[in-house]
């Protein structure tokens, strides 16, 4: 919906629908840039000093104990993005990789060993982390980027700087009507920029981003809030010239993931998250983001991409299982063993909207947590899966074998795997988030309801 047509719809709404929750002061916005940011100082850098981690060589990942050399060429070389299972490089035929990255050693692929990154002091500690890149800031907590950020595709980017790979991809997805976040600001004093009594709502949008002739995103559009708890935070803040930070810390802050692939809507669980949001003189806002969240979870959702992201991504899917889990650096009370979680950075920017409520064409006058019918509950299993097979993703993706079964060695007396061809397609589906419905959430991690999405827990 654009604003042209928002008066017609208040008017109508006046009418029609009941009175909403009030705020003194309200505003709306729609996020137009979201990614986690890497660091690049150069070509070769503190950071990486021998530049981009080397791309894999397909042909010689290829070559296997019972594939030659030359059916790896025939394979590989002049094939289309995704033509090539990729995947199947196991010691045997038909042992997927991607599945059950311990079927093969670790690649070791080269991993940040600078000390310059963004991020919070998660762990409260300002002699362990990266220090920021203006060199104000020390102790920051951001392993994920400390395990990819020699990858090509993961160097660079952030807010003002040079576009990488990774993120363009992650952006072009949202401004094609992928998805849509959108954030409700409302308080109780007269001045938004210094107001002790605030609430902060994150939520997902039903409708696709308005971009204008100049392929900006619009200004003062509209978009209707999708009431899917997998994706809804709201909790209680406050302004001090311009900048907000909750009241009390967060137990966890639920987003969707900007990294998932063409609609997918993989659910991004922070825990202990810390936010920190900039309400701009010029009505605009941006925003700070970061916390735990489990790696392995990450993992499936990029490796179920198969080979229509790995070939182009220039990494092996299996280096990110082996280098997140050497550096994670966090796990939830009562989970024993190694840690399940690695902390992560995310940056956001978002324009003044209109944020329609999920029940009405009225705007949103405070953020709370909105009830009703999600966009997701509208489409099934088979219908989702259908639209990950047209791009080589694997709609039954599951974790296998020694993956499955982190950090234990897999146990013959165990059930084997799903076969289920919908097993992902449907995790994704799940109300709870793919995250629960795939059983790897600790109990200290409740499922996404109306309670949890309000304060964040």
């Not at 009241?247 to 993989?266: I, T, V």
């Amino acid at each position: 919906m654009k604003t042209k047509l928002l008066s017609v719809l208040l008017g109508l709404a006046a009418v029609a629908a009941p009175t909403p929750a009030f705020a003194e002061w309200s505003k709306g916005f729609v996020v137009d840039y979201f990614t986690d940011p890497g660091w690049k100082g150069g070509d070769k850098d503190s950071n990486c000093p021998n530049g981009d981690a080397p791309a894999p060589d397909w042909v010689k990942l290829m070559t296997t104990s019972w594939r030659t050399e030359e059916q790896a060429k025939k394979l590989v070389i002049g094939a289309a993005v995704g033509g090539v299972r990729l995947n199947d490089r196991g010691p045997k035929p038909g042992m997927n990789v991607n599945r059950d990255p311990t079927l093969l050693p670790d690649p070791k692929v080269p991993m940040v060993v600078g000390n310059t990154a963004y991020g919070f002091d998660l762990d409260h500690n300002p002699k362990t982390g990266f220090t920021s890149p203006d060199g104000k800031q020390k102790g920051l907590d951001n392993q994920y980027y400390r395990a990819v950020g020699c990858f090509k595709q993961y160097r660079g980017g952030g807010r003002g700087k040079e576009v990488r790979a990774g993120e363009d991809y992650e952006m072009t997805e949202m401004r094609a009507g992928v998805f849509t976040i959108v954030i409700v600001l409302s308080g109780e004093g007269a001045d938004p920029l210094n107001d002790p009594n605030m609430r902060v709502g994150f939520y997902l949008s039903k409708d696709k981003l308005g971009i204008n002739a100049d392929g900006a995103v619009g200004l003062d559009d509209s978009y209707r809030i999708d009431p899917d708890y997998r994706f809804m935070t709201v909790f209680e803040a406050k302004s001090a010239e311009g900048a907000i930070t909750p009241k009390a810390p967060l137990e966890r802050l639920r987003l969707r993931e900007p990294g998932s692939r063409f609609g997918f809507g993989q659910d991004l669980i922070l825990e202990k998250p810390q936010v920190r949001l900039t309400l701009k003189q010029d009505g605009k806002l941006s925003a700070d983001l970061g916390g735990y969240r489990n790696w392995r979870y990450l993992y499936t959702g990029l490796a179920s991409a198969a080979s229509a992201a790995e070939q182009p991504g220039g990494y092996e899917f299996r280096a990110l299982w082996f280098n997140c889990e050497k550096l994670a650096d966090w796990k939830p009370p009562g989970v024993k063993g190694p840690n399940t979680h690695i902390s992560q950075f995310y940056t956001l920017d978002a324009i003044p909207a209109f944020v329609i409520t999920p029940d009405s064409h009225q705007v949103a006058k405070r953020a709370e947590v909105f009830t009703g019918v999600s966009q997701a509950a509208s489409r099934t299993p088979e219908d989702l899966a259908r639209a990950m097979r047209t791009i080589g993703t694997e709609a039954g993706f599951v974790l296998t074998g020694g993956a499955a079964s982190w950090p234990n060695k897999p146990n013959p007396d165990d059930p084997p795997p799903s076969t289920d061809p919908l097993y992902w397609a449907k995790a994704i589906q799940d109300p709870r988030g793919g995250y629960y419905a795939i059983g790897l959430a600790s109990a200290a991690e409740p499922p996404p309801s109306r309670d949890n999405a309000l304060a964040g827990r």
